[in-house]
Every structure is written in structure tokens, then in C-alpha cells.
């Protein structure tokens, strides 16, 4: 019933405006309307005509580059290089626009942040659901996954805590609300297509640990990357833990643990110790300690980012495959 209504929408779309609304080409590629905003703003892969004061309508032009997009990245290309040939079609006398690196994109002021995390607080406060779903697609399209993490999301999830902590069992409803939609924004996020023949990252909370998200905010950074990974989430007893190293043989193990009574550094120097492969030959992953919760403990060799950004820098060097795959400016 759902895609029929959906259907009928976008018929009502195409009679009403010429071209295809940002939703109808989404539901009709099978990806989300922010992937092909991420297109548009980072490879210029986006509507030709723009009417001014009106939502952007894609041409029948338009949605012919995007679906040759969708076509090469599909066979592994990567996506700046298959964003080149998709606007050479859309329109070969326009230039491309030259992909930003993901850290390059330009800081944001501190008052455009305090803003947006203002309005994101007042929103959740208010358990306006549809404006704190707008304000999270908004963070991440202007400052990009991570900024938005870093900058907007972590602050205000933070605060909405202590106000929580503060005013007893009032506000858990609030966190829940903000905690669900940051948790859809993220795997909302743009995808590149996964290397092929690298070694998987294992992504797990250590046991009894419940909060996930900063997990998941990585494992969405590392869909952008297109590095592939096993993600666990929340609470992963060890038996499990162990099992999944043994049959996926990781290159990275992330470990996360947001408070110091569930880090488990037993299972953190048993994974530390985990060797495979034929002898002489044999290899191990590296493990990487997340959250505030390893403070004060230490495991030989381990990894200790305090910031998503940082986390994935020490995850890049891991992967010179990222080097190789990349198309230079």
C-alpha cells in the first residue's frame, strides 16, 4: 500500500511541475533524498535548472546522469570518479565541480553551530518530531557527517543528559526521541561503494554496554569511506565477540565503552593477543579503544582516539588501499 501511495505521489509530482521531485528520484533509484543532496553538494551531480523559490525538479536529463551515478558506482568505481562521467553526460559543456576532501570542507562559524544547537534542543524538548529529523538532515548536509556529529549532535545529546540527570526522570523522553532520530540520520548517510578484497573492521560494544550511537556514528563514517565492516551494536557478549573475529579475521576491532564499570579489558587483551593465518606468516588485528570508559586502563598496542575525526584518521593509516582507490583533484 505504501509504494502505491507513494506512486500515485510522484505521478502528482510529475502532472504538477515538470520533472521529478528530490523524494520520487530517490524512491524510484532506491536511495535517500540526503545521498543525492551529498551528490549534488560534493560533486555538483544536481538539478541544471533551479526556478527560484521553488523546490528543486530533476529533468529527464537529470535523473539520466544520477542513474548512470548509481550504474558506476555499482561496479566499484569511485564516486568522484563516476560523479565525472555521470555530469559529462548531464551536460558536457557545464565543468565538474571538483570533489572536496572529507576534512576539507570549511568550519563552520561558532554562531551558525550554536544555532543549529539551539534549535535542535528546543525541537527535542518539544518532541517536534519532524523539525529534529529536518534540523539532523540540515547539520549533516551543511557540515557534513562528522561535523554534524562532532559539532551538533554530540553537544546537544550531551546536555539533554545532564538536564536529565538534573530534574530526576524528567527528559528521558526527550533523549530517547533525539537518541532514535540521530540514530536514522546516520544511516541515512551517503555510502561509497566497499573496497573489495580488505580486510573488515568488527565494530562492538564491550557487554553490558547499551549506548551505541557514537558506534554507529563511526560505522556511518566508514560507509563514506567505503571501507567494509561487521557492526555489532550494543551489549555484544564476549563469546560472541570472539567468535566474529575468529571467522570475519578483521584488520581494525573497535571497542566501545561509554562508561569505566563496562569496559572490559580481558576481552580487550584477549583481542589484542588474537593471531591467525599459516606460521610464519601469521597476523592480528589492531584494536582500537573507544569511549570515556577506557580512561585510566591500558592494553598494550591499543588505540585510544578521544574524537570520531581522530578515529578515523588512525583507521585511514591502517587502509592505504583508501590511497590507491582515491581520484587526485
Known sequence: ???EQDTLRDRH???????VSTGALARRLG???TTLRTWDRRYGLGPVERAEGHHRRWSAQDVAAVEEMCRLT???????EAAHLARKRQDPARPVAVPQPRRARERPSEADVERQRRGLAR???RLDAPAVRDLLTEAVERHGLVGAWQDVMVPVLHAIGRKWEEAGDRYVEVEHLLSCHVSRTLHRGATAPVAAGVPPLVLACVPAE???LPLEALSAALDELGLPQRMFGAAVPVEAVSAAVRRTGPRVIVLWAQARSTASLPLARHLAEARWGVRGARGGPAVMLGGPGWAGHTVRGALRPATLPEALTRIE???PE???RRVPA
Open 210 to 212: 547499551e549506548h551505541s
Open 74 to 80: 555499482a561496479t566499484g568505481l569511485p564516486p568522484a
Open 317 to 319: 593509516r591502517l587502509y
Open 1 to 3: 500500500m505504501d509504494k
Open 13 to 19: 509530482d510529475m502532472a504538477a511541475e515538470p520533472g
Open 31 to 33: 536511495v535517500s533524498p
Open 322 to 324: 583508501l590511497t590507491a
Open 123 to 125: 525541537a527535542a524538548t
